[in-house]
């Protein structure tokens, strides 16, 4: 069966790093777009990132342009979030999809993760 697994999450302090993976299995993703969203407690789930497995392309929210970089590594079928200059606003549920189309519609992914939590303390 198709999975895709988060890891990474944890506990860090206001301007430190975390980098997050996504292992996918049970299918090719070579036609799929990977992305990241996350969601924080009260809130609407909201597109972070976004790679094309042909990697031509990388798409960031602009509230974390410049501190978040999100890679793909085709041969382990994984994806990464690179993470940096962390912010208490950042603390949410971070999750990870794949979809055919539409980089940040979060309606149109067709798969997606548990999640791996995220914290960010003051």
């Known amino acids: 069966q198709v999975q895709l697994v988060e890891s990474g999450g944890g506990l860090v302090q206001a301007g430190g790093s975390l980098r997050l993976s996504c292992a996918a299995s049970?299918?090719?993703?070579?036609?799929?777009?990977m992305g990241w969203f996350r969601q924080a407690p009260g809130k609407e789930r909201e597109f972070v990132a976004a790679?094309?497995?042909?990697?031509?392309?990388?798409y960031y929210a602009e509230s974390v342009k410049g501190r978040f970089t999100i890679s793909a590594d085709n041969a382990k079928n994984a994806v990464y979030l690179q993470m940096n200059s962390l912010k208490p606003e950042d603390t949410a549920l971070y999750y990870c999809?794949?979809?055919?189309?539409?980089?940040?519609?979060?309606?149109?992914?067709?798969?997606w993760g548990r999640g791996t939590q995220v914290t960010v303390s003051s």
């Open positions: 790679i094309p497995w042909s990697a031509v392309n990388t």
């Open positions: 049970g299918r090719s993703f070579s036609g799929y777009t």
């Open positions: 999809g794949a979809t055919r189309r539409g980089e940040s519609i979060q309606r149109l992914y067709e798969y």
